[in-house]
């Protein structure tokens, strides 16, 4: 790992870091979601003004005998939660979540393929590096006020990152083979 990842003495602004899903899906119905061989990659975030990963991480911090403070920290499962999305038409979000409602999807059958690219980590070749990683859609609820459907959900992170780069021109992952 190189340390000048994230070059430059500026703030980095939300649109720099963007989590995709897998658009190209050729299938969805009761035994769950189905991929075609080449990913299509769409960002999520449409409707929102905040999309954070939450980690989840155990604390706990104990003192000892000696006085001094021992801090046990364990690894949480990963979330994130996408509230609101509005229901639209020739939208393939929209389509899948609808698919999850329609036949009570859950577990790995509301299974997406994710990715999530920092613009800040650009590397020499003008790519961006970029992990892909497999979410289980929980979706919310199906519904809302009288202004449109909505149907939020949370992204449960499987923990299987593949670390790569995003290549912004022809919209595809390569994963690293070396470290």
């Known amino acids: 790992m190189s340390l000048s990842l994230l070059d430059g003495n500026n703030q980095f602004n939300r649109e720099d870091h963007i989590t995709m899903f897998n658009a190209n899906i050729t299938s969805c119905d009761e035994s769950g979601i189905v991929y075609g061989e080449t990913p299509s990659w769409v960002p999520f975030g449409e409707d929102n003004d905040e999309i954070t990963r939450e980690m989840n991480n155990e604390i706990e911090s104990k003192k000892n005998v000696l006085g001094k403070n021992k801090i046990d920290h364990t690894k949480g499962a990963d979330t994130t939660e996408i509230d609101p999305i509005a229901i639209r038409g020739n939208d393939t979000l929209s389509k899948i979540l609808y698919m999850m409602f329609k036949y009570g999807l859950v577990g790995d059958k509301a299974k997406l393929q994710c990715m999530e690219v920092t613009l800040g980590d650009k590397q020499s070749d003008g790519s961006y ?10 979706l919310k609820s199906w519904g809302g006020d009288t202004t449109k459907i909505n149907a939020p959900i949370t992204l449960n992170w499987k923990g299987n ?3 790569g780069t995003f290549n912004a021109t022809t919209k595809t992952f390569t994963e690293t083979t070396e470290a």
């Open 129 to 138: 590096g970029a992990f892909t990683e497999d979410a289980v859609v929980d």
């Open 161 to 163: 990152k593949t670390h």
